[in-house]
């Protein structure tokens, strides 16, 4: 499952939706033990003035509902971007099995850059936690990004 | 302000609510600059079946759509337990400048506990954290609560 072309498709499909409305172009899908899409997110903090509406916290509620329970025991996480500490705190709290990401986040990414990871299996020892291929075309978007936001 | 007894009642209060509805029994609050509370909120995990609705993320929501905007940069927030590393990282976010906490939290707890508090100010520079008073009434209802789970 891991690396799935497809998942990568689409949390790149969600992190274009976050770049057309002007927010750092980040894309979260939940995926439950059986391969289905549960949970969808993009981010949106600056459109809904709410910090909370990271992509991976809108898809992991949506997941929440979806299976009517907080805990996602067989689900994986995939996200464009190393998620913040807010996020990580989210995915462990919900017991996500997986979180698969694609970019680094020297500034705030929380799973290698800000927080070393013996302290987050530590933390959260019964996440597995991989960074996949796919970064060239994450990366690109994300200068375009702030190369629009400079303007 | 700090440690405005006012404040503690009304978290206390708010932490009431949630043990009433069979929630872990945690409250918080929003403070901003001149002293009014902007944000309340209780733990609501279970009823609303969503790991998200922690007292801390329930009240910076609420404050953040009363400012309209995601950053509350005056703002202090009071809550009865120390947060989670996800509520951490939405109060590290969200820039508030103040974090009072009456009860350590050994388990979750990310400002002392599970974080060393040199990390957590090499995370968040900006964060003031301190503990208060009041642990006595928050652990006992913390305890009532554990011993009717129990049951």
Redesign the interface.
Known sequence: MKGDQKYRDEILRLARKAYSANEVPVGAIVVDGDGTIIGRGFNQ??TK????RHAE?VA??MA??KV????LEKASIYITLEP???????I???RIKNLYYILSDPLFG?VAS??TKA?VRQ?FPGLNIEKLSGGTEVGQLMREFFKKLRK
Chains 1, 2 share one sequence.
């Open positions: 903090t600056h003035k709410d910090g909370l916290l992991i509620r929440q509902r009517g329970d907080w805990r913040c500490l807010m996020c990580l705190g989210a462990g709290n919900a929380s800000k927080l302290k933390l």
